[in-house]
């Protein structure tokens, strides 16, 4: 079948101005689009040659070939015309934003006015050994950027927004370089595909406002340095009704001057003297838990066995941390330093050399 002449499918003149072709398409191309058409063959190949007419008469030297040598002129470059419609999408992608804008009936673009999921808020926070052991409930303070309310985060006055020109609503523009068709976030709607009619006073369009506000943290027992809570819908509220984000909170642990923590258990330095080491001996050991009302400090009793030697190790079993999401509890574990006295007594100094002479006989 002979290939149909190009002025012919649009319906113009051999003399038809650019801006004349361009209407022509338009009228063309809007009755054989295929979201006008769906399923529909002849609709499709019908929108693929007017559109391939369409770049060929409008750029002067294929027209010129075209018009001097017709269709044999232009296979004779090379030139072969569309291979489907989503071809003529990315080859016109800025035309048919310039021709239509939003609304045109041009799908294949997501909806940007649909609900959408608020962002993720991340925050950190500081507790003490002892909260961090025990859990704790805290208010978090959270600064941070929210949609705005009166304009449901579009940034528009009464939340009317228009198609972005420049994308033609796709929220992309395509480049040519060399061969390639590379394809950026659009610059005007950055990204969004739509602009808003009037900016929202309460925004100044930008959709979304500061907000502060203060959030109930419950810190389970055992948690560690480094570990990170999620509170799920607590982050930033959704676009249109869309479900709010997750709060992820981030737990320092600041350290405590009497104990080391590693994994669930406390280490803790137990000072005895040279007496209690040699002989043995009942000490106070503090605890980690804090006190109830009104009552003492709790802690525990601990036995240091006769002969103990610097370094050696006593230990308190679940004297440490509850183990987080877990049953039971770290060790509590003494280590052990003998003191040497810096200053004596002459009666204390007298009772050494005699221990000293006993220990050479
Ligand atoms: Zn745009
Ligand atoms: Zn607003």
């Known amino acids: 079948m002979a290939k ?11 003399t038809a101005s650019k801006a004349e072709l361009k209407i022509a398409f338009r009228t063309k191309a809007l009755e054989f ?31 010129l070939v075209y018009d001097q040598y017709g269709h044999e002129g232009l296979q004779g470059r090379g030139y072969s015309g ?17 021709m239509f804008g939003m609304g045109g009936g041009f799908g294949r673009r997501p909806r940007r006015d649909a609900p959408a999921r608020g962002a993720d808020v991340r925050a950190h926070m500081q507790i003490s050994l002892a909260e961090a052991a025990f859990g704790t409930k805290k208010e978090l303070p959270l600064g941070h950027a929210s949609p705005c309310e009166v304009c449901s985060g579009t940034g ?21 370089r060399g061969g390639f068709l590379l394809s950026t976030t659009c610059p005007s709607c950055r990204g969004q595909g739509s602009r808003p009619k009037n900016p929202c006073d309460a925004c100044q369009g930008s959709g979304e406002v500061h907000q502060d506000r203060k ?21 930033q509220a959704g676009r249109l009704g869309g479900p709010a984000g997750d709060l992820y909170v981030s737990v320092m642990v600041e350290s405590d001057p009497r104990f080391e923590r590693e994994r669930d258990d406390l280490y803790y330095e137990l000072h005895v003297s040279y007496p209690q080491a040699a002989l043995g001996a009942q000490v106070v050991v503090p605890s980690l838990e804090p006190a109830a009302e009104g009552e003492d400090e709790p802690s525990f009793d601990v036995v240091v066995p006769a002969g103990i030697q610097p370094g050696e190790l006593v ?3 679940g004297g440490g941390i509850p183990r987080l999401g877990r049953r039971g509890r770290g060790d509590l574990v003494c280590v052990v330093q003998v003191d040497v006295p810096k200053e004596l007594s002459p009666r204390a ?7 000293a002479e006993s220990f050479e006989s």
Request: charged content about 30%.
């Open 4 to 14: 149909r002449d190009y002025y012919e499918l649009l319906e113009v003149e051999r």
């Open 33 to 63: 689009h295929p979201d006008r058409n769906p399923d529909d063959p002849e609709a499709e190949e019908q929108f693929k040659l007017c559109s391939e007419a369409y770049d060929i008469l409008s750029d002067a030297d294929k027209r």
């Open 82 to 98: 569309f291979g489907d419609v989503q071809d003529v999408f990315t080859h016109f992608q800025d035309l048919f934003g310039d």
């Open 156 to 176: 528009a006055e009464g939340g009317e927004l228009i198609g972005c020109a420049t994308c033609g609503g796709r929220g992309q523009v395509a480049h040519q």
């Open 215 to 235: 959030v109930e943290v419950s810190v389970p027992a055992g948690i560690d340095e480094g570990q990170t809570l999620r509170l799920g819908g607590l982050g």
């Open 315 to 317: 230990r308190v079993p």
């Open 349 to 355: 100094q007298e009772l050494i050399r005699e221990l």
